[in-house]
């Protein structure tokens, strides 16, 4: 069975971009009379609002996106994170660091795609005393590849590329990387359809997919929403919130940015009826 998910961060409401991405992985996962889940990432709590949490389930709801099953919150999961951080250093795949930006960005030698490489420092040398603790993933040296249903073939020479990456903070937060990683595998999740600008997250994904035992689901990234100076639509980037009304005119709209429907979009007299054509009429190879 295919399953599905949305799985927005609430640092800020809904806008056109995260319709876009709700609407492509909904389209995917009901084509295929699968299901589609939502997933509130809010691991990062000092970013993260309970009340945008709401707004975001409300936002969902009256564009008719309607989930499978409860919603699952990863501030409430913490105890699946530090499971699955056990399992990497009972492998040996994970190391204590005390190492800050600064002393990274001016010990590093290496560019990766995401900026500086991590040395190494305290896989090496001993952890500076009375320094909060993060912890990183080996990672290995080998290439991880994947087929992106979208944009094809994608690999990363780990160790070159990325580097030993963080999975838990010193402030105790878990990363993004290791929390989604638990959460797919937990819930089943099948296929991951998501913006773009999570594309190279996914070969570090793969790599703690492998460590930990879990399947590999499949990817599709698709194109973003930008604005008019070419940034991605944000909340840093003052994004608007989808509105309350007009919900067929934005619908329409988000559409507009999916090519991977195989009929021009038409009118409609209700959202019902949009949701159907579009279901119906999903293609992405």
Excluded at 5 to 18: D, E, I, K, Q, V
Excluded at 275 to 282: G, P, Q, V, Y
């Amino acid at each position: 069975m295919v399953v599905g998910r949305f799985a927005p961060s609430p640092t800020g409401p809904l806008h056109l971009g995260s319709l876009v991405a709700a609407m492509a992985s909904y389209c995917d996962a009901k084509s295929r009379d699968g299901a589609w889940l939502v997933r509130i990432e809010d691991v990062d709590t000092t970013r993260c609002h309970a009340s945008l949490t709401r707004d975001i389930l409300q936002t969902l709801q009256r564009y008719q996106l309607s989930w499978d099953g409860e919603v699952v919150i990863q501030s409430q999961r913490t105890a699946s994170y530090e499971a699955a951080l056990s399992q990497l250093k009972a492998l040996d795949l994970a190391y204590p660091c005390t190492c800050s930006r600064k002393e990274i960005a001016d010990t590093s030698t290496r560019q990766g795609i995401e900026g500086h490489i991590y040395p190494g420092t305290c896989l090496h040398h001993p952890l500076k005393p009375d320094t909060p603790v993060a912890w990183r993933f080996k990672s290995p040296a080998q290439m991880m590849a994947f087929e992106d249903r979208i944009v094809g073939l994608q690999q990363h020479q780990m160790a070159q590329e990325i580097g030993d990456f963080v999975i838990k903070r010193a402030d105790g937060l878990f990363s993004y990387q290791l929390a989604v990683v638990v959460d797919d595998a937990l819930q089943g999740v099948t296929d991951v359809v998501r913006g773009a600008d999570l594309l190279n997250s996914t070969t570090r994904q793969c790599c703690l997919q492998q460590a930990l035992g879990y399947p590999t689901p499949r990817y599709a990234h698709v194109p973003l929403v930008l604005n008019v100076d070419g940034q991605k639509l944000s909340k840093q980037t003052l994004a608007a919130a989808l509105p309350t009304d007009n919900l067929l005119a934005t619908l329409t709209h988000a559409a507009s940015f999916l090519p991977f429907f195989s009929a021009s979009v038409p009118q409609f007299t209700d959202v019902p009826s949009f949701w159907r054509w579009a279901i119906d009429h999903w293609q992405l190879a």
